[in-house]
């Protein structure tokens, strides 16, 4: 049986088939009750597609018809990804909710949707939503089912995960879910995503199955990623963002996992991202600036406590990558004594800190959801991993724009078959020394063979591989792109939503008179087409004296500097700018203690001089960047980090400015009394 490749569910359904019991698709730190366990377990392609039937049929079983909504409320895990294929597989549409979502947000979120199931992570989650529903009469909710194991006597209408496959095994028969998986159409809706938003009520973003599927291609469309499909690679992506936002259910989930068959190995949670990062060694990460920022921020920490020449062979090293990257960057080829020093940097310095970290294996990074600071991204990229940004909004399934290595003014119809012939060897002799040696630990520069690849490659075509850091790329595949009069950027493509949820109005406002979807972002497009992000409309500030700001360039450049964690930056409507400040605790402790500074508690350590001077040379070199209106002329330095679960963060961590001003607003007002 085959399956149609417009749809989301056709393309897990047509793998699956492909790779059956050859391939893993699914790894996690769960048993085969949904308990979690210490050490990581794996499902392959057809266990997987086994399971997605199962459940499937048993979701039909309980009345779920077409067009039904069904709420995902849990955190990432293989059930997941078997529950969301589950419902699409009966042609349902699904509704993923974060995990750390207030009860009141909840209540909303499931009310607005008419969601009829719910199917949580653990007991507790489907707990809440009995009391929601208890609470609020009128949702529609008639069923809840738990991933994991119900300990204790459940209430009417709640299910396991494994109670609702055995219902779907015994009351309904397999060619019924396999009808409805043949009649999913690429109109049909597949997901109603809640954006989280930094102000306002949350809005139901419907995309479709041909969004989805149209944002596949744009952006797995480079020559590399081409490539890493005609060989079936399977990386190892390490999924940590959550599948229920639309950036790591586009590049892990849909791209990784169904369109090139890699593995997707689940992290414990964010916090566990480092550990689980030495225990898979994985290939691919795809994750948010933090990320990256923190392992620059740590190897620098590092470095700085090493002895001088330690530190010499060190800057030597990178100043060597940054020439490599400035070369990327321009498409121009590195000089050949340089490419050698390059080389010997890796040796040298590169791969032992990759080995340190856990990412001697690793051959693409991904970052998005925010702005990256250019010296974190120069930095990765010279350890020998592709990072790369990009740019989207859920409103476009997201991404628009991918700064993604691709081989520029390469135009093979302008020369012979010998030419042609010749340039397709290098490209893959590019594709296995840069990614198939590299993903299995192999260092392009330790191996004499792999050295003379790449030498032979760069030198022909892989110096044409350009990226500019900085930037979040050119616009991908099938997208119009262009800057309105007041910076707003404008696009218009195949991934562009169908609408919001009940929100008419608000959909017609999300449009210009043309049918160009409004970004809310300001950005600039550069000559050769790359588009910079300066900052959110509603977000820059006017101050009393007429001067507009983008507050979070100066907030990215605060948080680059050792020893900053967080910023929130105030100074709307006021006569200079000013901010809050959430120091980087563990890397404030350390050097307290190699100070032999003595505190009780973190308030104690942040109140000492010496302390307070550290975060003011931080703040003073940002300070000299910047022009006088834009500079801090006051901050004040918290002793608690902004959190989701506080309520400064989004759930993409992202700073809920109107939030943090409310909550502080105190301390903002003394800045502005001095």
Same mark, same amino acid.
């Given at each position: 049986?085959?399956?149609?490749?417009?749809?989301?569910?056709?393309?897990?359904?047509?793998?699956?088939?492909?790779?059956?019991?050859?391939?893993?698709?699914?790894?996690?730190?769960?048993?085969?009750?949904?308990?979690?366990?210490?050490?990581?377990?794996?499902?392959?392609?057809?266990?997987?597609?086994?399971?997605?039937?199962?459940?499937?049929?048993?979701?039909?079983?309980?009345?779920?018809?077409?067009?039904?909504? #069904?709420?995902?409320?849990?955190?990432?895990?293989?059930?997941?990804? /078997?529950?969301?294929?589950?419902?699409? &597989?009966?042609?349902?549409?699904?509704?993923?909710?974060?995990?750390?979502?207030?009860?009141?947000?909840?209540?909303?979120?499931?009310?607005?949707?008419?969601?009829?199931?719910?199917?949580?992570?653990?007991?507790?989650?489907?707990?809440?939503?009995?009391?929601?529903?208890?609470?609020?009469?009128?949702?529609?909710?008639?069923?809840?089912?738990?991933?994991?194991?119900?300990?204790?006597?459940?209430?009417?209408?709640?299910?396991?995960?494994?109670?609702?496959?055995?219902?779907?095994? *015994?009351?309904?028969?397999?060619?019924?879910?396999?009808?409805?998986? $043949?009649?999913?159409?690429?109109?049909? #809706?597949?997901?109603?995503?809640?954006?989280?938003?930094?102000?306002?009520?949350?809005?139901?973003?419907?995309?479709? $199955?041909?969004?989805?599927?149209?944002?596949?291609? $744009?952006?797995?469309?480079?020559?590399?990623?081409?490539?890493?499909?005609?060989?079936?690679?399977?990386?190892?992506?390490?999924?940590?963002?959550?599948?229920?936002?639309?950036?790591?259910?586009?590049?892990?989930?849909?791209?990784?996992?169904?369109?090139?068959?890699?593995?997707?190995?689940? &992290? *414990?949670?964010?916090?566990?991202?480092? =550990?689980?990062?030495? @225990?898979?060694?994985?290939?691919?990460?795809?994750?948010?600036?933090?990320?990256?920022?923190?392992?620059?921020?740590? #190897?620098?920490?590092?470095?700085?406590?090493?002895?001088?020449?330690?530190?010499?062979?060190?800057?030597?090293?990178?100043?060597?990558?940054?020439?490599?990257? @400035?070369?990327?960057?321009?498409?121009?080829?590195?000089?050949?004594?340089?490419?050698?020093?390059?080389?010997?940097?890796?040796?040298?310095?590169?791969?032992?800190?990759?080995?340190?970290?856990?990412?001697?294996?690793?051959?693409? !990074?991904?970052?998005?959801?925010?702005?990256?600071?250019?010296?974190?991204?120069?930095?990765?990229?010279?350890?020998?991993?592709?990072?790369?940004?990009?740019?989207?909004?859920?409103?476009?399934?997201?991404?628009?724009? %991918?700064?993604?290595?691709?081989?520029?003014?390469?135009?093979?119809? =302008?020369?012979?078959?010998?030419?042609?012939?010749?340039?397709?060897?290098?490209?893959?002799?590019?594709?296995?020394?840069?990614?198939?040696?590299?993903?299995?630990?192999?260092?392009?520069?330790?191996?004499?063979?792999?050295?003379?690849?790449?030498?032979?490659?760069?030198?022909?075509? &892989?110096?044409?591989?350009q990226i500019k850091p900085g930037t979040v790329g050119r616009p991908v595949l099938w997208t119009e792109e262009k800057?309105?009069?007041?910076?707003?950027?404008?696009?218009?493509?195949?991934?562009?939503?169908?609408?919001?949820?009940?929100?008419?109005?608000?959909?017609?406002?999300?449009?210009?008179?043309?049918?160009?979807?409004?970004?809310?972002?300001?950005?600039? /497009?550069?000559?050769? !087409?790359?588009?910079?992000?300066?900052?959110?409309?509603? @977000?820059?500030?006017?101050?009393?004296?007429?001067?507009?700001?983008?507050?979070?360039?100066?907030?990215? &450049?605060?948080?680059?500097?050792?020893?900053?964690?967080?910023?929130?930056?105030?100074?709307?409507?006021?006569?200079?700018?000013?901010?809050?400040?959430?120091?980087?605790?563990?890397?404030?402790?350390?050097?307290?203690?190699?100070?032999?500074?003595?505190?009780?508690?973190? =308030?104690?350590?942040?109140?000492?001089?010496?302390?307070?001077?550290?975060?003011?040379?931080?703040?003073?070199?940002?300070?000299?960047?910047?022009?006088?209106? *834009?500079?801090?002329?006051?901050?004040?330095?918290?002793?608690?980090? %902004?959190?989701?679960?506080?309520? @400064?963060?989004?759930?993409?961590?992202?700073?809920k400015r109107r939030v943090v001003n409310d909550k502080y607003k105190k301390q903002i007002e003394m800045m502005y009394?001095?």
């Amino acid at each position: 049986m085959s399956y149609k490749t417009d749809t989301l569910c056709g393309m897990f359904h047509n793998q699956a088939l492909r790779y059956a019991d050859k391939y893993t698709f699914l790894m996690g730190k769960f048993d085969k009750d949904g308990r979690p366990t210490d050490d990581y377990m794996s499902m392959t392609w057809k266990e997987t597609r086994d399971q997605v039937l199962e459940f499937g049929r048993g979701l039909m079983a309980l009345g779920l018809n077409k067009e039904d909504r #069904v709420a995902i409320f849990a955190e990432d895990r293989p059930r997941w990804i /078997i529950a969301d294929q589950a419902i699409q &597989a009966c042609g349902a549409i699904g509704v993923p909710l974060y995990p750390s979502l207030a009860k009141d947000e909840l209540a909303y979120m499931l009310s607005d949707s008419g969601s009829k199931i719910v199917i949580t992570s653990t007991q507790d989650k489907a707990e809440d939503i009995l009391q929601i529903r208890q609470e609020k009469k009128d949702l529609p909710i008639t069923s809840i089912i738990t991933m994991g194991p119900w300990d204790g006597e459940k209430s009417e209408g709640v299910y396991t995960f494994l109670e609702i496959m055995r219902i779907g095994r *015994e009351k309904i028969d397999i060619r019924d879910i396999e009808d409805r998986i $043949q009649r999913v159409k690429p109109d049909n #809706v597949v997901s109603i995503i809640y954006t989280s938003g930094t102000t306002g009520q949350p809005k139901g973003v419907i995309l479709t $199955q041909a969004n989805w599927v149209a944002n596949i291609h $744009q952006s797995s469309s480079s020559t590399l990623l081409k490539r890493q499909k005609e060989r079936d690679m399977h990386l190892i992506h390490l999924v940590h963002l959550p599948l229920c936002h639309v950036y790591g259910r586009t590049s892990d989930y849909h791209t990784g996992g169904l369109y090139l068959g890699s593995i997707l190995a689940f &992290a *414990e949670d964010y916090q566990s991202v480092a =550990k689980n990062i030495l @225990e898979i060694r994985p290939n691919v990460i795809i994750s948010i600036p933090r990320l990256f920022e923190k392992t620059y921020d740590i #190897v620098q920490s590092a470095v700085s406590r090493q002895r001088k020449p330690y530190r010499a062979v060190f800057d030597w090293a990178i100043h060597m990558g940054e020439i490599y990257t @400035e070369c990327m960057a321009t498409g121009k080829r590195m000089a050949p004594l340089k490419l050698l020093q390059f080389g010997i940097a890796n040796i040298l310095v590169f791969n032992r800190i990759r080995k340190m970290a856990g990412m001697e294996r690793l051959v693409l !990074g991904v970052s998005g959801g925010g702005k990256l600071a250019k010296e974190v991204c120069v930095f990765i990229r010279s350890l020998g991993i592709q990072l790369n940004e990009g740019y989207g909004l859920t409103e476009t399934s997201p991404v628009i724009n %991918f700064n993604e290595p691709e081989f520029q003014g390469l135009d093979l119809s =302008k020369h012979g078959k010998v030419y042609n012939k010749f340039v397709d060897k290098m490209i893959d002799w590019t594709v296995d020394v840069m990614v198939t040696q590299q993903a299995k630990g192999r260092s392009p520069f330790t191996n004499p063979i792999r050295a003379l690849k790449l030498t032979l490659a760069y030198n022909t075509i &892989a110096y044409k591989l350009q990226i500019k850091p900085g930037t979040v790329g050119r616009p991908v595949l099938w997208t119009e792109e262009k800057i309105a009069p007041d910076g707003e950027i404008l696009v218009r493509g195949p991934q562009i939503f169908k609408g919001y949820w009940n929100m008419p109005e608000e959909t017609r406002d999300a449009f210009t008179e043309d049918d160009w979807f409004k970004t809310g972002d300001i950005g600039e /497009i550069d000559d050769e !087409g790359f588009l910079t992000i300066t900052d959110r409309k509603k @977000e820059l500030f006017v101050t009393s004296g007429g001067k507009n700001i983008a507050p979070h360039p100066i907030e990215l &450049a605060l948080t680059t500097r050792p020893y900053i964690d967080q910023v929130c930056l105030a100074g709307d409507g006021k006569k200079y700018i000013t901010a809050l400040i959430v120091p980087d605790f563990e890397e404030v402790k350390r050097y307290a203690k190699s100070k032999g500074i003595q505190a009780d508690s973190v =308030k104690d350590i942040i109140d000492r001089p010496e302390i307070k001077e550290l975060i003011k040379e931080q703040v003073d070199n940002v300070n000299e960047d910047l022009p006088r209106y *834009e500079q801090i002329k006051y901050y004040t330095i918290l002793d608690k980090p %902004f959190s989701v679960e506080t309520g @400064e963060l989004t759930p993409t961590l992202k700073v809920k400015r109107r939030v943090v001003n409310d909550k502080y607003k105190k301390q903002i007002e003394m800045m502005y009394s001095k």
